[in-house]
């Protein structure tokens, strides 16, 4: 997305981009003939993890944002159960929010036609990545500004680029269980986690 022309997003629940498996169950044939009786059914244990599948680096079938010239407000979830990394680039933009892998919860355990208005409506309880990798690149003039813990699998930030926290408070940042500073010009691999305190 090029905001460099005044393009804004500001979305009303607060989530700029979600990532989660398809929940719509579609049709179904019966006896022939396609009909809305599908049910989708809300999965209660977690994720199995790949390990044949890796978080940090890009695959070519992962979900990926780009943005340029642009100020951000809101977050970026990947609930994804099985293997697929989100991709965030920024270039020239500012970005405020939590950026995470996520366990994402439907507000009810089925959906069918009855309910379909449920379809693509979660909460999100930030974890670490599983099979779910979160790879941010910060650009050339990009400000990342987190507020609430983040978990990623990479992070890249450019010579000019910069991590901070909300007026007020710090950011730290943890790679592999061990506290590592953020520094500019330089990139991170591994179980990432941002705090905000």
Known sequence: ??????????????????????????????????MNVGVYSEPTDDPAKDYAFDTTPVHTADGAAAFTSIALKGDFYNGMRKGKNMVLTFEDSTVQGVISATRAKHRVSTIDSSNFYELGEVTNTVQAAVNNGVVVQLGSGSTRTVTGTSYLTKLTVSADAAVRAPRGKSVTMTVDGAATAIAAGSSYSGAIVLTVG
């Open 1 to 34: 997305m090029d905001g460099s022309r005044g393009a804004r997003l500001n979305p009303g629940n607060g989530i700029i981009l979600q990532m989660i498996e398809l929940d719509d169950p579609g049709p179904v044939n019966v006896d022939g003939k396609m």
